[in-house]
């Protein structure tokens, strides 16, 4: 029973409200417009003849398949789908998780604080200040306060932050 739990935590989605309304947004329009227009380009392509050198043909079964799979994925993602809290409150003592927004200074490079929002890995968007909880920083400051200093292990070699703020 306790496998089962602990597998049950492994396929949790994190993702907000808003990360949510975009998994099913792609899935809709990949169940309603994709899937049919692959099914008329294969149709097309089988009128040509002779599959198999049917350039074609390979090209639209494999973007099927492509669909088919990305499909498959979001029905899981959108099944297991945990909503993180993304409202702020008082920040005094307040611990990191995913849905906070956290301002960290680079206290390696003596970079300019960057806020950051903490979201679930199907959300991540480094560009928009969105990184994953399973990223290397984000990782290193959950369950972290404000004031406290982390060290983190990136690609580009080991850094070390200040928690500036804790939205």
Same mark, same amino acid.
């Given at each position: ?83 993180? @809290?993304? #409202?702020?409150?008082? @920040?005094?003592? #307040? ?48 369950? #972290? ?14 850094? #070390? ?7």
């Amino acid at each position: 029973m306790a496998k089962a739990a602990d597998d049950a935590i492994l396929d949790e989605t994190l993702v907000t409200k808003e990360g949510l309304k975009k998994l099913n947004e792609e899935l809709v329009e990949l169940k309603t417009i994709k899937r049919k227009e692959v099914a008329t380009r294969l149709k097309e392509a089988i009128s040509y003849g002779d599959l198999s050198e049917n350039s074609e043909y390979q090209e639209a079964k494999n973007e099927q398949a492509f669909i088919e799979g990305r499909i498959l994925e979001l029905e899981q993602m959108i099944k297991n789908a945990k909503i993180i @809290s993304d #409202k702020k409150s008082d @920040s005094k003592g #307040k611990e990191i998780q995913v849905g906070s927004t956290v301002t960290l200074k680079n206290k390696t490079d003596g970079d300019d604080p960057i806020a950051y929002t903490i979201v679930g890995s199907t959300e991540a968007d480094p560009m928009a200040q969105k990184i994953s909880n399973e990223s290397p920083v984000g990782k290193a400051v959950l369950d #972290k306060k404000k004031g406290d200093i982390v060290e983190v292990n990136t690609p580009a070699g080991p850094y #070390k932050y200040e928690i500036i703020k804790v939205a």
